[in-house]
Nanobody, 117 residues
């Protein structure tokens, strides 16, 4: 059983920064890809950033230039550094893992990020 646990969310003023962490535990395969998603109230869950096993990254348009995703494979850790935060970044942020390139089948419970104006 694989578990993903996020941490690092909180309340921050617009223009501030937060660093989210995701720790994986359990019988962990070598994840093909890991990603951060977010879901704002009344909106669909959306992909924020993705990182492949070799470190290739992809970002949503809203995250480009402000957010940085990284991972430490040997420690099963993933991070999302978020800078220049905006009120529209307010959402529950989830980490997810795709172990076999068949989709994200492991999810964390989410961490709330609130950006005040």
């Amino acid at each position: 059983q694989v578990q993903l646990v996020e941490s690092g969310g909180g309340l921050v003023q617009a223009g501030g920064s937060l660093r989210l962490s995701c720790a994986a535990s359990g019988l962990i395969p070598s994840f093909n890809a890991m990603a951060w998603f977010r879901q704002a109230p009344g909106k669909q869950r959306e992909l924020v950033a993705r990182i492949g096993r070799g470190g290739v990254t992809n970002y949503s348009d809203s995250a480009k230039g402000r957010f940085t995703i990284s991972r430490v494979n040997t420690r099963n850790l993933m991070y999302l550094q978020m800078n220049s935060l905006k009120p529209e970044d307010t959402a529950v942020y989830y980490c997810a893992a795709d172990p076999y390139d068949l989709g994200y089948i492991y999810w964390g419970q989410g961490t709330q990020v609130t950006v005040s104006s």
